[in-house]
């Protein structure tokens, strides 16, 4: 059996940024694009110092470089998206930087203490400071990678420490409650649920993953908590043992909720190509409209769907209540010679390509048009309709950006940026 090194299992927790890492509270944003850019502070007429125009709208725009000794996360307010966005004036976060966005309001977790950090956003991207909240009554020692707004009032972080949802208020800063979670605990495992969702019904959905890195298993379980962060309770648990650690759900216009099973990012099945146990397939599941639990006779395996191609990350979509989703799929004649999908290395191989999927009773997938074959990076983000997308192809030094427009399945360039694409946010 060939097994994974401590190196190995390091890098795979880094590029989906569940590694504990530090980083400090930014003071300011600024513009960071090829042409450069200052902050400006905006005058009775709407200008800034130098006479700019306040912006009409604007974009959040985050980017993560990975080295040998570590991450910094870097982010930037821009006034549109085009061209090459540099990290030369943008604000430079040691480690992996938690955030959020609501309004023209950026939220940043800290990762040193456990603080969330409120700014508001000024009309040319300019960053003032509005105030701070400690969660470290809850016993987290940092702000943990499971956040999710739900509305103005109301937001949820979940500690995979502390088996706490905590839902605390983004307008005022303080903390409304919190909701057990105790449930979530496996022995032997470590949990994970980075990507806990608001869903279209205002209720909080929190993936449950369970991986053991240094004995190479990943649960074989599906599981969702739907949290009530207005009632402050757990509406019900879904769980399924059918394939293994699904992600968040993406709806349908019937309410239907899907959950791709994807291996925790085929890294059941790479263990098993390794020499470890069987794992079974990645798989498709439903929660159908109304009900809280997983659908017994739904079921679809991803190669089954895809032609024998294995899903290496969860469902994304542009849009909740769309019934479209997107995955990337895994496909091993891409990789080079020498390269085996038996440790993370493979992740570096740009072996993955972006697909969408009509969900509904009999789910069909395609190859999005335009969709190169690249490394795994961070999840594809959703705003402004449109599902954007970073496709590194020399190992996150660079990515090219891309934007999916699901209603013609066409993936077109939009930008591209130093580093990893972490997170771009459109602003009122």
Partial sequence: MTMTSNTDTSRALRVL???????????????????????????????????????????????????????????????????HMTNEDAIEIPGNAVYLVEG???????AEE???????????????????????????????????????????????????????????????????????????????????????????????????WNGARILQEV?????????????????????????RPVFDAAGNAYVLGDGRNYSAQMFENAGAGEAADNCLLRIPAGETDFDADYYFSIPELTGGLEAITELGTAEQSSGVGFFKIFDPAQLPEGVEPVDFTFWDSNAHQTWRIELGDQPTVEAVEGAPFSAIGFAAVATDGLLYVGETEDA????VVYQIDPTTNAMTEAFSMDGYFYGVHALP
């Avoid at 509406?235 to 059918?242: L, N």
Wanted: proline fraction near 3%.
């Fill in 17 to 83: 940024g569940l590694a504990a890492l530090t980083f400090a509270a930014a003071p300011a944003l600024g513009c960071s694009t090829d042409a450069g850019g200052d902050d400006q502070d905006e005058d009775s007429d709407g200008e800034g110092e130098s006479g700019e125009q306040a912006w009409e709208g604007g974009y959040v725009l985050s980017s993560v470089v990975i080295s040998d000794v570590g991450r910094t996360t870097y982010f930037s307010v821009v006034p549109e998206l085009d061209g």
């Fill in 396 to 399: 996150g030094a660079n990515t």
């Fill in 223 to 247: 599981s969702l908590t739907i949290v009530d962060p207005k009632a402050l309770e757990v509406v019900a648990v879904a769980e399924d043992d059918r394939c293994a650690s699904g992600g």
């Fill in 114 to 212: 456990p603080t969330w950090v409120k700014f508001e956003i000024g009309d040319t991207g300019e960053l003032s400071e509005l105030g701070r909240m400690s969660l470290a009554n809850y016993g987290l020692g940092a702000i943990d990678y499971g956040n999710a707004m739900v509305d103005e009032t109301t937001a949820v972080s979940v500690s995979s420490t502390s088996l706490l949802a905590i839902v605390w208020n983004p307008s005022t800063m303080t903390i409304t409650g919190t909701v057990d979670l105790s449930h979530l605990e496996r022995d032997g495992y470590d949990l994970e649920n980075w990507t806990t969702t608001t869903g279209p019904d205002g209720m909080v959905y929190i993936p449950g993953r369970w991986a053991d």
């Fill in 104 to 110: 023209r309001n950026l939220y940043v977790g800290m």
